[in-house]
T-cell receptor, first 113, second 115 residues
């Protein structure tokens, strides 16, 4: 059974710092991996989706990488801002024919002004 | 932009009541999902639907049912609400499985409290 782990559970950084969030998964046979952001009391917002054949995806200050063989993905946030404070979750899709995603429990990021 | 709208942000219901949670999406997505999110347990899939009138059980379907009579609307029904169904409920939608894989788009959630 696929398991997705995000460590640390919480992270606090000063504004302006570059940071990396980690996501690891136990079964490397994934179809894609998606990163989400969740603000308190709200739903999830999709940030980046990486297909299994890709190594990375970029959107603005965000860069997500994928290393299937080692079962790892990272989300790099450049020049962090207080508005980046949120919980970040990753989710993997096991196969093209599967509807179900397996989610990590998230990393709660606080960017201190 | 895809918009997934959940009809209520907060609901308070009594034990034993029948509860309806409604979700509407405006992007003609075939797939729709209901998750619940609890501290320490993360997101767990309750039910999903890949077409009108089609539904599949997720990981925790017990105590729930769903209805999809129209493509844009997916309802979650708690037949007889219990206190252990107090949770944040999240609806999501996506395009079909064909192609490169479609991102999942979520609504803002319904915080349900059962007393």
């Amino acid at each position: 059974k696929q398991e997705v782990t995000q460590i640390p559970a919480a992270l606090s950084v000063p504004e302006g710092e570059n940071l990396v969030l980690n996501c690891s998964f136990t079964d490397s046979a994934i179809y894609n991996l998606q990163w989400f952001r969740q603000d308190p009391g709200k739903g999830l917002t999709s940030l980046l989706l990486i297909q299994s054949s890709q190594r990375e995806q970029t959107s603005g200050r965000l860069n997500a990488s994928l290393d299937k063989s080692s079962g790892r993905s990272t989300l790099y946030i450049a020049a962090s801002q207080p508005g980046d404070s949120a919980t970040y979750l990753c989710a993997v899709k096991p196969g093209a024919g599967s509807y179900q995603l397996t989610f990590g429990k998230g990393t709660k990021l606080s960017v201190i002004p | 932009d895809v918009k997934v709208t959940q009809s209520s942000r907060y609901l308070v219901k009594r034990t034993g009541e029948k509860v309806f949670l409604e979700c509407v999406q405006d992007m003609d997505h075939e797939n729709m999902f209901w998750y619940r999110q609890d501290p320490g347990l993360g997101l767990r899939l309750i039910y999903f639907s890949y077409d009108v009138k089609m539904k599949e059980k997720g990981d925790i379907p017990e105590g729930y049912s769903v209805s999809r009579e129209k493509k844009e609307r997916f309802s979650l029904i708690l037949e007889s609400a219990s206190t252990n169904q107090t949770s944040m409920y999240l609806c999501a939608s996506s395009l079909p499985l064909t192609g490169l894989g479609s991102p999942l788009h979520f609504g803002n959630g319904t915080r349900l409290t059962v007393t």
